[in-house]
């Protein structure tokens, strides 16, 4: 089984950064794509950045472009989302997730994903 931890969520305000991470209990999860999804209030979980198991391709949601950098750490079983210039839209729970996935297709796909943390709150104020 594995354990996701994310950290790194907090109230910001509008214009600023921060920079997710989450820590994956197994060395094995190098070898699964790792995603981060959101969820706001009153709204459905969905995409934001995914990153392949070999690190060499990453993915984002298109309104999300620009502003989100996905990126892995193998030697710290971490993947960190950076998040740019946040608006108050932004405001969500953060969601790190794991899972064998080797089709960029299925990267976007709630369902793909095997493993899931407990999220952390992100809060902006504008």
């Known amino acids: 089984q594995v354990q996701l931890v994310e950290s790194g969520g907090g109230l910001v305000q509008a214009g600023g950064s921060l920079r997710l991470s989450c820590v994956a209990s197994?060395?094995?999860?190098?070898?699964?794509?790792m995603g981060w999804f959101r969820q706001a209030p009153g709204k459905e979980r969905e995409f934001v950045a995914a990153?392949?198991?070999?690190?060499?391709?990453?993915f984002y949601a298109d309104s999300l472009k620009g502003r989100f950098t996905i990126s892995r750490d193998y030697g710290k079983n971490t993947v960190y989302l950076q998040i740019d210039s946040l608006k108050p839209e932004d405001t969500a729970v953060y969601y790190c997730?794991?899972?064998?996935?080797?089709?960029?297709?299925?990267?976007?796909?709630?369902?793909?994903?095997?493993?899931w943390g407990q999220g952390t709150q992100v809060t902006v104020s504008s």
């Open positions: 997730t794991a899972g064998h996935i080797y089709k960029t297709d299925y990267l976007a796909r709630m369902a793909s994903y095997d493993y």
């Open positions: 990153i392949s198991w070999s690190g060499s391709n990453t």
């Open positions: 197994q060395r094995t999860t190098t070898l699964y794509a």
